[in-house]
């Protein structure tokens, strides 16, 4: 490996991890702070969509990441980087002097971690070093200023395998148990310096749970020719308005959770998936939301379904999104870590979870839950949102927009 120290970045769906190697990471050379939160839901959620567009090419089943979390820990990788390393991730990340800034990485973590009785949403940042290496303390100060990254010594030349436990049960501990073995019997080596690992959990209920006893099965189309039986939820709203829009073919429905601050978003097209995905965009997520009302829908159908996801060719994808020589070890610049050139990023793993039932959501790395209207046949004019066939959701924080996971449903009763 002519020396160098692999970096192995771990997403977790909940949790996103980064090992590094043989190179090193360098601070952001660009001290100017920008207090719009806006900027950074838009450079997410640019991040999140490219990301969708690179996985819908190779994963043929349910997609459910967490696009947070993956965006946070190259953010603290980003940290690290100088020459055309930063500036590919710069690019890929949609970073600019004047569009993000480390205070909002501050402001979300502070927000995420808050105690509130109506929900649970949290964030976990951590640096795991190998023990004696040297990392430069303007890094550390960096990830713990601006990222709350909690710093650990493990010994990876020696005790390889206990280290890679240590961090998985912090990890599985900090996700309800819901993340576990985020690092593989391979992922962690010797020669790992440095891991960078982000955890996202969430759990909240529907602001208007479904009942129970009204869950039935029912056909779900998977495709023009094959139908599967399902769970499927409904409720028949009364007095109450949601976020709607029917653009033809595609119907747009939110639905908030108990506390109001997050929704779920639930994008269900008419006809086949892939040209909903094929155009789907930051820009026109933003168009699809300023057109949905306030409207009482009669009838709302969703299917309970339950993933657990994993991803190993990140890698891949990130270098299709232009975040190339970070992978090289003869190329990666992550000097702004140790001070010189001998880290680099070695491996991606994303792994999630979610689960959606008739009460609300469960995510860890990854949340998702999916509604459908059905008419009641007496009424003059129904509004019917059925989703009995594949659709895209999105559970976003309502203030600022921002995409905390994203998903597909293709098929609501397999589990990955």
Known sequence: MNGKISIIFLS???????????????????DHISNDLKNMAKAN???????????????????????????????????GARGQTAEEMKSALH????????????YIYNEFNKKNKDYELKMLNNLWL???????????????KYYSGEITNLDFINETEKSRQAINDLIRKNTNNKIRDLLGPDSVKPLTRLIITNAIYFKESWQWEFDKSKTKEQNFRINETKAIRTKMMSIQPDKVKFNYADLGNLQILELPYKGEKNSMLILLPSGDIKELENSLTEEKLVEYKNKMQKTKLDSIYIPKFKFDLGYDKLKENLKEMGIISAF????????????????FISDIVHKAHIEVDEKGTEAAA???????????????????????????FIIQ????????????????????
Do not use: C, W
């Open 328 to 343: 090289e070890n003869t190329k990666a610049d992550f000097s702004s870590i140790t001070g010189n050139r001998e880290l």
């Open 45 to 79: 959620n640019k991040f999140a969509f490219e990301l969708y567009s690179q996985l819908s090419k190779s994963e043929k089943g349910n997609i459910f990441y967490s696009p947070l979390s993956i965006f946070t820990a190259l953010a603290m990788t980003y940290e």
């Open 397 to 416: 924080e309502k203030n600022t927009g921002i995409i905390l996971f994203i998903g597909k449903v293709l098929n609501p009763t397999t589990e990955n």
């Open 12 to 30: 977790i769906g909940i949790i996103v991890a980064i090992l590094i190697s043989s190179q090193s990471l360098k601070a952001n050379s660009a």
């Open 366 to 392: 990854a949340t998702a839950a999916v509604m459908t209207f059905t008419a009641m046949p007496d009424a003059p004019e129904p509004i019917v949102f059925k989703a009995d066939h594949p659709f895209i």
């Open 95 to 106: 970073f600019s002097t004047n569009s993000i800034s480390r205070q909002n990485f501050v």
């Open 130 to 144: 190998q023990k004696g290496y040297n990392v430069l303390k303007t890094y550390k100060d960096n990830v713990k």
